[in-house]
Structures are given as structure tokens and as C-alpha cells.
T-cell receptor
């Protein structure tokens, strides 16, 4: 069956450290993969999009990698801050001509001062 | 500029009633998505519009759910004969084109009593 999995347990890290979140998927061939941030009671906010022919993309303190062989994306936040505390969602397109966007359940990140 | 707006922000209805949820996308965005999100889960795809047409409605759970976008801008999600299991946050997102980042609204929290 098709699945997209993110760390179900919350990630607790100290301010200033690098947070690394994982997104694994099976039985999809996405053309691109996205990461979103969601705060309680709010809609997701787009962070980064990486396409299947890109290995890595960066934006300020954020970095995402995309390994289509391992079927995995890693999302890094460097020099983390308490304000980075939120739920981070991985999303991919269904591929093979579909328009559906599939989201993972998200990983909660807590950054302690 | 204005982001995606959704009305109402909260809707409480009785089992068996009909509800309409409205989404105003960002002006000029041709792609529009509806999702629903339950507590602790990622957004679940319902339907995707490209312009006025529903290009992918494979996520609609059953024929009680229907969505329209008659002029290619505002969209309405319609739920007939609501059931308690329909209770969730319904999110709308728009995008300049399919395959680009999505901009989410704040959601409508639907509670069916």
C-alpha cells in the first residue's frame, strides 16, 4: 500500500542545535515533495519545495534533501530557536499524472531555550 | 496582499443537516484544493480544481460531499446529511499552478452534534 511516514514522536532539542526531521514514503513516485509548518489552530504554511531532479535545497536556516532511491526526504533547521517550535508536515504529489497531494501526519518539534 | 480566507471559521450543526463551507483563494490562483484535518493527523486531500473544473475528486469520501467553483475563483464545499464523523477542520488552499506551493486558509472547524 502507499504510505508516507514521519516521526510520530515529538522531537525535543536545545536552542541553537540542528533539528532533523524525516519523511519516508513507499509506493509513490512523486515529481516533487514539500515541507510545511503548522501552528496550533492555523493552516499549514509553505516552507520549501524540492523536485525529483534536485538533491538539496536551502532557504535561510532551512535545508531539505530528497533521495528518490531511498524514498526519503530530510528537513533540517540549523541554529534552532524556540520560535521554530511547531508541527512540520511533509507532502508529496501522487505522481504518475495525478493531482492529489498526500500529507504525512507531521512531526512536532519543541525547541527549548 | 490578501491571503486565502475561509468562512465561517466555526460551524456547529446537527446530525443530518446540510452545510456549506466557503473558500476565497488568492486572486489569480488557478489551482484550488480542499482538505480535511482531524486532530493529530495531516491534511487529507478531498478535491482539486484547476480553474472551474474538478480535475481530481478522488478524495471525496462519499456522495454526500460535493464542491463547486463556478467562476474559477470562490469555491464552496457542500456536505449533505452531515454525520458526526464529518467533524474536522476543513482547509482550503490555492496555488498559482498545480505543482507549486500551496497557500492555506485558516480552516473551518465543523462540529456535528
Amino acid at each position: 500500500s502507499q504510505k508516507i511516514e514521519q516521526n510520530s514522536e515529538a522531537l525535543n532539542i536545545q536552542e541553537g542545535k540542528t533539528a532533523t526531521l524525516t519523511c519516508n514514503y513507499t509506493n509513490y513516485s512523486p515529481a516533487y515533495l514539500q515541507w510545511y509548518r503548522q501552528d496550533p489552530g492555523r493552516g499549514p504554511v509553505f516552507l520549501l519545495l524540492i523536485r525529483e531532479n534536485e538533491k538539496e535545497k536551502r532557504k535561510e536556516r532551512l535545508k531539505v534533501t530528497f533521495d528518490t532511491t531511498l524514498k526519503q526526504s530530510l528537513f533540517h533547521i540549523t541554529a534552532s530557536q524556540p520560535a521554530d517550535s511547531a508541527t512540520y508536515l511533509c507532502a508529496l504529489d501522487k505522481g504518475t499524472g495525478g493531482f492529489k497531494t498526500i500529507f504525512g501526519a507531521g512531526t512536532r518539534l519543541f525547541v527549548k531555550a | 496582499g490578501a491571503g486565502v480566507s475561509q468562512t465561517p471559521s466555526n460551524k456547529v450543526t446537527e446530525k443530518g443537516k446540510y452545510v456549506e463551507l466557503r473558500c476565497d483563494p488568492i486572486s489569480g490562483h488557478t489551482a484550488l484544493y480542499w482538505y480535511r484535518q482531524s486532530l493529530g493527523q495531516g491534511p487529507e486531500f478531498l478535491i482539486y480544481f484547476q480553474g472551474t473544473g474538478a480535475a481530481d475528486d478522488s478524495g471525496l469520501p462519499n456522495d454526500r460531499f460535493f464542491a463547486v467553483r463556478p467562476e474559477g475563483s470562490v469555491s464552496t464545499l457542500k456536505i449533505q446529511r452531515t454525520e458526526r464523523g464529518d467533524s474536522a477542520v476543513y482547509l482550503c488552499a490555492s496555488s498559482p499552478f498545480q505543482g507549486h506551493e500551496q497557500y492555506f486558509g485558516p480552516g473551518t472547524r465543523l462540529t456535528v452534534t
